[in-house]
C-alpha cells in the first residue's frame, strides 16, 4: 500500500482484499470483549490528527471512533475552516507542513477545494515526513475511502463485485463518491455501469474517458432509468450537492438551485414503486446524508430489506480502523 490514500485508483485489487480481511476481522474482535481489549492495543502511543474544512458526520465520527477502538489518541477538528488559520489567510500547504512538524502517525483530511489533498501529499514527500495523509474528501474532486466501504458493502450484500450490474443515480456531476466509486470498480471484472442523471448533472467525461481505458462498459440514462432498474444488481443514489451549484449573483443561484431540486425530486428520486421495478435480491445504497428536503430515497424505501444505507455507513467505521491499522502496522 502506498504511504498516502488520494485517489481511489491507487489501490490495487490485493490492496482492497487485504483492507476487507482486515475489516471483517475488526468486526468480530469488536464482538468479543477481549478482541475489544486487543484491539486497543493496535495504535496504542500513536496519534491521529483529523482535521476536517468541510461538513461530515459519518466519516468524520467513523475516523475518531475507529481510531480511539484501535488506541489511538486522536486530535480533532471538525470546522477547521471557520476555526484554523486558514481564515486568518493562511495556505493549506503551511497548514499541512506545520501539521506533520507535530509528527502525528496519520492525517486524514477533508477540504472543500479539490487537488489539496494531493498537494499535501507532494508537500509530504518533499519535506520527508513519515505521517501518512489520507484524503477523507477534497470538494467535488474524490473520496477514496467512501468507495472503499461502498465496494465492501456491495461484497458483502452481493457476495461478489466481479460481473455486478450497478446503476449510480443523482448528483453525478459534483458527487465525488460516485466519481472514486467508478475509478475503484475498474479494478473488478465485467462490471456494467448505468449513470443515471439528469443531463447537467451527468458524469465528467474524465471519468468516462478512464473506464474507456480500462474496458468497463457503461450507459447513461436521463429520467428513462426506470426502463433498466430491473437488471440491476445494486442502485448507488446520491444527493443533489446544492452546495456545489455556485453563482456569482445570488438570485440566479438561488434559481439555478431550487430548479435543480424540483429537477430531483419530480424525476430522479426512488420510490416505493421503483422497489417493484428492483430484483429482489438487489441492494440499495446511498453513501448519505439524504436531503430531507429532496427525499431521493423516499422514506418507507428505507425500510426495505434491499435498502443497505445504514448497513454501509456501519461498514464505514471497519473499512476505516483496516486502513488505519495497514497504514500504521502493515
Ligand atoms: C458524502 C461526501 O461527503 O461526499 N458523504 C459521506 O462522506 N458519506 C456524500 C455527500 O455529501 O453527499
Given at each position: 500500500?502506498?504511504?498516502?490514500?488520494?485517489?481511489?485508483?491507487?489501490?490495487t485489487l490485493e490492496d482492497l482484499a487485504q483492507i476487507f480481511r482486515r475489516a471483517d476481522k475488526f468486526r468480530h474482535m469488536m464482538d468479543?470483549?477481549?478482541?475489544?481489549?486487543?484491539?486497543?492495543?493496535?495504535?496504542?502511543?500513536?496519534?491521529?490528527?483529523?482535521?476536517?474544512?468541510?461538513?461530515?458526520?459519518?466519516?468524520?465520527?467513523?475516523?475518531?471512533?475507529?481510531?480511539?477502538?484501535?488506541?489511538?489518541?486522536?486530535?480533532?477538528?471538525?470546522?477547521?475552516?471557520?476555526?484554523?488559520s486558514a481564515v486568518k489567510g493562511e495556505t493549506f500547504a503551511h497548514t499541512v507542513r506545520m501539521f506533520a512538524?507535530?509528527?502525528?502517525?496519520?492525517?486524514?483530511?477533508?477540504?472543500?477545494?479539490?487537488?489539496?489533498?494531493?498537494?499535501?501529499?507532494?508537500?509530504?514527500?518533499?519535506?520527508?515526513?513519515?505521517?501518512?495523509?489520507?484524503?477523507?474528501?477534497?470538494?467535488?474532486?474524490?473520496?477514496?475511502?467512501?468507495?472503499?466501504?461502498?465496494?465492501?458493502?456491495?461484497?458483502?450484500?452481493?457476495?461478489?463485485?466481479?460481473?455486478?450490474?450497478?446503476?449510480?443515480?443523482?448528483?453525478?456531476?459534483?458527487?465525488?463518491?460516485?466519481?472514486?466509486?467508478?475509478?475503484?470498480?475498474?479494478?473488478?471484472?465485467?462490471?456494467?455501469?448505468?449513470?443515471?442523471?439528469?443531463?447537467?448533472?451527468?458524469?465528467?467525461?474524465?471519468?468516462?474517458?478512464?473506464?474507456?481505458?480500462?474496458?468497463?462498459?457503461?450507459?447513461?440514462?436521463?429520467?428513462?432509468?426506470?426502463?433498466?432498474?430491473?437488471?440491476?444488481?445494486?442502485?448507488?443514489?446520491?444527493?443533489?450537492?446544492?452546495?456545489?451549484?455556485?453563482?456569482?449573483?445570488?438570485?440566479?443561484?438561488?434559481?439555478?438551485?431550487?430548479?435543480?431540486?424540483?429537477?430531483?425530486?419530480?424525476?430522479?428520486?426512488?420510490?416505493?414503486?421503483?422497489?417493484?421495478?428492483?430484483?429482489?435480491?438487489?441492494?440499495?445504497?446511498?453513501?448519505?446524508?439524504?436531503?430531507?428536503?429532496?427525499?431521493?430515497?423516499?422514506?418507507?424505501?428505507?425500510?426495505?430489506?434491499?435498502?443497505?444505507?445504514?448497513?454501509?455507513?456501519?461498514?464505514?467505521?471497519?473499512?476505516?480502523?483496516?486502513?488505519?491499522?495497514?497504514?500504521?502496522?502493515?
Amino acid at each position: 500500500m502506498r504511504q498516502h490514500v488520494i485517489r481511489s485508483q491507487d489501490f490495487t485489487l490485493e490492496d482492497l482484499a487485504q483492507i476487507f480481511r482486515r475489516a471483517d476481522k475488526f468486526r468480530h474482535m469488536m464482538d468479543e470483549p477481549d478482541g475489544r481489549r486487543r484491539l486497543r492495543k493496535r495504535l496504542r502511543g500513536r496519534i491521529v490528527n483529523v482535521a476536517f474544512y468541510e461538513p461530515s458526520t459519518r466519516t468524520l465520527s467513523s475516523f475518531v471512533n475507529g481510531a480511539q477502538h484501535l488506541g489511538a489518541q486522536v486530535f480533532h477538528t471538525a470546522d477547521a475552516g471557520a476555526t484554523s488559520s486558514a481564515v486568518k489567510g493562511e495556505t493549506f500547504a503551511h497548514t499541512v507542513r506545520m501539521f506533520a512538524g507535530y509528527r502525528p502517525d496519520v492525517l486524514v483530511v477533508r477540504h472543500k477545494e479539490e487537488g489539496r489533498l494531493a498537494e499535501g501529499a507532494r508537500i509530504l514527500r518533499r519535506i520527508g515526513s513519515r505521517t501518512h495523509l489520507i484524503n477523507a474528501g477534497d470538494g467535488p474532486g474524490q473520496h477514496p475511502t467512501q468507495a472503499l466501504l461502498d465496494v465492501y458493502t456491495l461484497q458483502r450484500e452481493l457476495g461478489r463485485v466481479d460481473g455486478i450490474k450497478i446503476m449510480m443515480g443523482g448528483d453525478l456531476k459534483h458527487g465525488r463518491t460516485v466519481r472514486s466509486l467508478a475509478y475503484l470498480l475498474t479494478r473488478y471484472r465485467d462490471v456494467v455501469i448505468t449513470f443515471a442523471a439528469p443531463e447537467d448533472l451527468q458524469i465528467g467525461a474524465d471519468i468516462l474517458a478512464h473506464l474507456d481505458e480500462h474496458g468497463v462498459k457503461y450507459q447513461l440514462l436521463g429520467a428513462e432509468f426506470r426502463d433498466a432498474l430491473a437488471a440491476q444488481h445494486a442502485v448507488y443514489w446520491t444527493r443533489l450537492q446544492l452546495e456545489r451549484v455556485v453563482h456569482e449573483d445570488v438570485a440566479e443561484q438561488k434559481r439555478l438551485r431550487d430548479a435543480l431540486a424540483h429537477l430531483q425530486r419530480e424525476q430522479f428520486c426512488i420510490g416505493e414503486r421503483d422497489l417493484h421495478l428492483m430484483r429482489i435480491d438487489a441492494v440499495l445504497m446511498h453513501p448519505l446524508p439524504i436531503n430531507d428536503a429532496v427525499r431521493e430515497i423516499a422514506l418507507e424505501v428505507e425500510n426495505d430489506e434491499r435498502c443497505a444505507i445504514f448497513r454501509q455507513a456501519e461498514n464505514g467505521m471497519y473499512v476505516r480502523m483496516a486502513l488505519l491499522d495497514i497504514l500504521v502496522n502493515g
